[in-house]
Structures are given as C-alpha cells and as structure tokens.
Nanobody, 125 residues
Framework: LQLVESGGGLVQPGGSLRLSCAAA????????IGWFRQAPGKEREGVSC????????YYADSVKGRFTISRDNAKNAVHLQMNSLKPEDTAVYYC???????????????????GGQGTQVTVSS
C-alpha cells in the first residue's frame, strides 16, 4: 500500500508541470489528498488539498490561481497542475492521503495514513 508521485522535473519560469499521485494497493475514494512541498531551509507547506468527503479544495495563498488539484478516479490518482511556475516554487513535492479529512485540515496535517516519497520540482532559467 503506497502513494507514488511522478511528473517532477526542471522547468523555466512561467512554465507548467503536472504532478500525479497514484495509489497502489488501495482505492483513493473517500481519502483526502494533500500536496505538500519542502524546500531547503524552509518550512513544509501544504500547497493544495482535496477533501475526502465533499470534493472541496484548498490552496495556499502562494499558489492560488496558478495550481489546480483534481481527482482522476479512472486512474486512482490525484493530479496537481502547476502553471506560471516561479523559482520560489522549487521544492520536493510529495502527496499524502488521510481518510475522510477536509481539505483545509488536510493541508495542516503533519501525519497521514499514507505518504509518498516525493518528486523534485526545479524552476530555473
């Protein structure tokens, strides 16, 4: 039972990336999914989260209007579309899952039922 992230890489400022968080061994239905990021020397940040109950979403102010989180039931995955990327978005991004949690509470969590290993996103010219 695990979460696996993919889609990270190197992109120029203003570019886009789509991260995916796929579940192996369990169904993501009714799980809240959160995308978090950790940059060297910075606090961990809950970037965007999706509720496990009502489909509501939460975005950190730093990414609002640029990032979009969505659930892909056919692939048992959650995606994070990142547009208009900035150098300050550079970080390791990882996803986590917690059953039945709300979106805002999920982004404030430090412990989860499932967590991935992370994928590096580097925004640089």
């Amino acid at each position: 039972l695990q979460l696996v992230e993919s889609g990270g890489g190197l992109v120029q400022p203003g570019g886009s990336l789509r991260l995916s968080c796929a579940a192996a061994g369990f169904n993501l239905d009714y799980y809240a999914i959160g995308w978090f990021r950790q940059a060297p020397g910075k606090e961990r940040e809950g970037v965007s989260c999706l509720s496990g109950s009502d489909g509501s979403t939460y975005y950190a102010d730093s990414v609002k209007g640029r990032f979009t989180i969505s659930r892909d039931n056919a692939k048992n995955a959650v995606h994070l579309q990142m547009n208009s990327l900035k150098p300050e978005d550079t970080a390791v991004y990882y996803c986590a899952a917690e059953s039945w949690e709300t979106s805002r509470a999920m982004c404030a969590r430090y412990e989860y039922e499932y967590g991935g290993q992370g994928t590096q996103v580097t925004v640089s010219s």
